[in-house]
């Protein structure tokens, strides 16, 4: 089955330092969302990304999908402890299918 | 709106019992999922149900059973349960080919 690779596992960083976390797939993807998920909680929708090179902004979150679209990163800007969690990607192969395959996520801590 | 509901929060069981996790929707979506997050592996799909009344395997079925009862609401059943499925178990609907809502999940412990 389709496999998502995501990197790193996870990231410690010092409050004001840029992150970034990329999702690597050996197949062409039809388009890719990310989602966040707080310790204890349940993950939630970030954004989708559907076109080749498609590039979008969240405030200080930069989400970019290759332009094969096979890959697929989110850069975080000036980290902030309200950024602490997984953000996962997860990737849709398209057509009436409808399931995700996750990646295993990235876990983002800061120091304040 | 409550979006995904789950019950129950948590639950423990010994090895071989049975139970019913219960999930409903009330967004009107027409798929729902069954994930189970464990340490270090992310989320792995056990079931879904791409519209009512079909129901398909993900990429973990096995010690599971689902019943898409209706459009709101998909049981995940654990028929005999074993310690290896000790984990957290989350809900989720989307419609048609878009961002999933998740529901608070529920705790398993299996001893």
């Known amino acids: 089955g389709q496999q998502v690779m995501q990197i790193p596992q996870y990231q410690h960083v010092q409050e004001g330092e840029d992150f970034t976390t990329y999702c690597n797939s050996s197949t062409t993807l039809s388009n890719i969302q990310w989602y966040k998920q707080r310790p204890g909680g349940h993950p939630v929708f970030l954004i989708q990304?559907?076109?080749?090179?498609e590039v979008k902004k969240q405030k200080r979150l930069t989400f970019q999908f290759g332009e094969a679209k096979k890959n697929s990163s989110l850069h975080i800007t000036a980290t902030q402890t309200t950024d602490v969690g997984t953000y996962f990607c997860a990737a849709s192969s398209g057509g009436s299918n409808y399931k995700l395959t996750f990646g295993k996520g990235t876990l983002l801590t800061v120091n304040p | 709106n409550a979006g995904v509901t789950q019950t129950p929060k948590f639950q423990v069981l010994k090895t071989g019992q049975s139970m019913t996790l219960q999930c409903a929707q009330d967004?009107?979506?027409?798929?729902m999922y069954w994930y189970r997050q464990d340490p270090g592996m992310g989320l792995r799909l056990i079931y879904y149900s791409a519209s009512e009344g079909t129901t398909d395997k993900g990429e973990v079925p096995n010690g599971y059973n689902v019943s898409r009862l209706n459009k709101r609401e998909f049981s995940l059943r654990l028929e005999s349960a074993a310690p290896s499925q000790t984990s957290v178990y989350f809900c989720?609907?989307?419609?048609?080919?878009?961002?999933?809502?998740f529901g608070p999940g529920t705790r398993l412990t299996v001893l």
């Open positions: 967004m009107n979506h027409n798929s």
């Open positions: 989720a609907s989307s419609a048609h080919n878009l961002e999933q809502f």
């Open positions: 990304l559907v076109k080749s090179g």
